[in-house]
């Protein structure tokens, strides 16, 4: 298991992450994907982005497209069996087509959400591409798209998905089972300070806050402890998993 780092959000608000946090507060976050590998399969943890319209909006630095990043780590997109969709924002869901081989996995409920409801007067489109959105129906018209039912469910064996923690509508998170289990928590908890200090992150309502703790406690328990659950964009997980080569992490060494 490794994470892959492809830039940085220089300066984003704090309080998007940690919404009780002080409003003028920002800091500098990691943008990047996890990749779990053995002999059949090679997975990708969400896909990252390339889109245009996100430079703009953002203060991105140190970019290497997703597909760039993952050859880095000695993977060419082409081998990339599989992807693991978190949730659909833009920097996770943003780089599925740079890997045309993959079947994408993603929540049923979060997929029927965003193709449809979120666009839909009150809906809840925001962080969603369009063009995420077109490419996935494509996908799934391809027949490359696998609907995930619902919390605790073995998609791949010993890689077992876990929701409840509504980031977003039906947002989940990656658990790797073995010695030790990690879990991968993507945006379900955003840094160390959400897993350290038990403070919700950005939920789909601010009534998810709740069901957000709950889920981090759900995490740690199942990684038995900090130190096996790897945030969704703190950069200090490159610092404490040693990397292989620069932004590339080692989580968890293989048996060779
Ligand atoms: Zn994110």
């Given at each position: 298991v490794t ?31 996890w990749m779990i590998r053995n002999d059949e399969r090679t997975v990708l943890f ?33 081998e990339v069996t599989d992807i693991v ?17 993959a079947t994408i996995w ?40 696998r609907?995930v039912r619902g919390d605790d469910v073995e998609i791949m064996p010993r890689l077992v998905v876990r ?9 989940q998170y990656l658990v790797v089972q073995g010695t030790p289990t990690v879990v991968l ?37 199942i990684a ?27 989580i968890k060494p293989g048996r060779r």
């Amino acid at each position: 298991v490794t994470a892959i780092r492809y830039g940085t959000i220089e300066d984003f608000p704090l309080a998007g992450l940690l919404p009780d946090a002080p409003r003028l507060e920002t800091i500098d976050i990691a943008l990047a994907v996890w990749m779990i590998r053995n002999d059949e399969r090679t997975v990708l943890f969400d896909s990252g982005f390339f889109r245009e319209q996100w430079f703009e909006r953002f203060q991105i630095t140190g970019f290497t497209r997703p597909d760039d990043a993952v050859r880095l780590a000695g993977v060419e997109p082409e081998e990339v069996t599989d992807i693991v969709i978190s949730h659909a924002h833009w920097d996770h869901m943003g780089g599925i087509e740079l890997f045309p081989e993959a079947t994408i996995w993603i929540q049923e409920d979060e997929y029927a959400y965003y193709v449809g409801t979120a666009w839909q007067r009150d809906g809840r489109s925001g962080g969603i591409d369009p063009e995420d959105i077109r490419h996935l129906v494509d996908r799934n018209l391809g027949g490359q798209v696998r609907l995930v039912r619902g919390d605790d469910v073995e998609i791949m064996p010993r890689l077992v998905v876990r929701t409840g923690a509504r980031h977003t509508f039906a947002s989940q998170y990656l658990v790797v089972q073995g010695t030790p289990t990690v879990v991968l928590a993507s945006d379900n908890a955003y840094l160390y300070t959400n897993l350290d200090e038990r403070r919700a992150g950005s939920t789909f309502t601010p009534d998810d806050r709740e069901a957000n703790l709950e889920a981090i406690d759900t995490m740690l328990g199942i990684a038995g402890g900090l130190e096996h659950v790897v945030p969704g964009h703190d950069a200090e997980q490159f610092e404490r998993f040693q990397q292989r080569t620069e932004g590339v992490a080692v989580i968890k060494p293989g048996r060779r």
